[in-house]
């Protein structure tokens, strides 16, 4: 999952895209599925979306590997310095 994760009122991170992005790609996951998380997001979002998955899809509990890999460089500011 790669995508913005903005920032709300009072600083603070706004997931809902995350969530979007995790529901769109519930109904397609299969047992022993890689799901990462590739976006600027805060403590505790990749649990989250873990919940929200095995809310959503309960026959997946601890059949899916879940990841968090932080972004590394800024999307479409990646050149020579």
Do not use: H, W
């Not at 995350?18 to 976006?39: C, D, F, H, M, R």
């Not at 505790?44 to 899916?64: A, F, H, N, Q, V």
């Amino acid at each position: 999952i790669v995508v913005p994760t903005p920032f709300k009122a009072k600083n603070e991170p706004d997931i809902s895209f995350v969530q979007a992005a995790t529901l769109g790609i519930i109904p397609l996951l299969k047992a022993g599925n890689l799901y990462i998380i590739e976006s600027t997001s805060p403590i505790g979002t990749t649990e989250k979306m873990m919940k929200l998955i095995y809310s959503e899809r309960p026959e997946l509990t601890d059949k899916l590997y879940i990841a968090y890999c932080p972004e590394r460089v800024l999307p479409g500011n990646v050149g020579a310095q």
